[in-house]
């Protein structure tokens, strides 16, 4: 059952599919799965291949993701995403994050001195429409491209978010 108290709206594994799909992860990519919850996101991406980093606040969480991708290339950290470092290497990240970090994410995600090289957010709808109309700091816009993926229906979640959600498209200029 989701826990709607912390902003956790899992994604339904068709759609987690969908949104990897969209996002052309490639094999052997180094991708950060932000907010992972069940793994819904992180099975899809194992499937493409890619390096996972599956980062949960939720030790239950942590416990039911260490245990669902033993043997996969899957690290879990428990870990508040506010206080997360980046690698230092190139990444990219496809994650359903609670909504109410949006702006806290995107500061760390598109700090001066990351590595990121993409990046596919699930978030509220309304709020991708602001970034991707130029709201946020100018120097985003030099260095990143945003723009409005797939939308995402109430149904798309197990437990169905309040708001509208979209997936917001970063990619480095």
């Known amino acids: 059952m989701a826990d709607r108290r912390w902003g956790w709206h899992p994604l339904l594994e068709s759609w987690a599919q969908r ?23 992180t099975r899809c991406l194992v499937r493409a291949g890619a390096r996972v980093v599956a980062v949960e606040l939720h030790p239950r969480r942590c ?4 245990s669902r991708f033993a043997g996969d290339p899957v690290e879990v950290v428990e870990a508040d995403l506010r206080c997360l470092r980046p690698p230092h290497r190139p990444f990219r990240v496809v994650a359903n994050p609670p909504y109410h970090l949006t702006t806290d994410l995107l ?10 090289v993409a990046a596919d957010l699930v978030l509220q709808r309304a709020a991708v429409r602001e970034l991707v109309a130029g709201r946020g700091p100018a120097w985003w816009r030099r260095r990143w491209r945003l723009s409005e993926g797939m939308p995402l229906p109430r149904s798309a979640f197990a437990s169905p978010p ?9 990619r480095r200029r």
């Not at 949104?19 to 996101?41: F, W």
């Not at 416990?63 to 260490?66: E, V």
């Open 63 to 66: 416990a039911l993701l260490r």
């Open 19 to 41: 949104i990897v799909d969209s996002a052309q992860v490639r094999s052997g990519e180094l991708v950060l799965d932000l907010g992972a919850g069940h793994g819904a996101l």
């Open 107 to 116: 500061h760390l995600l598109l700090g001066r001195d990351t590595a990121l």
């Open 162 to 170: 309040t708001v509208d959600s979209r997936v917001l498209v970063i």
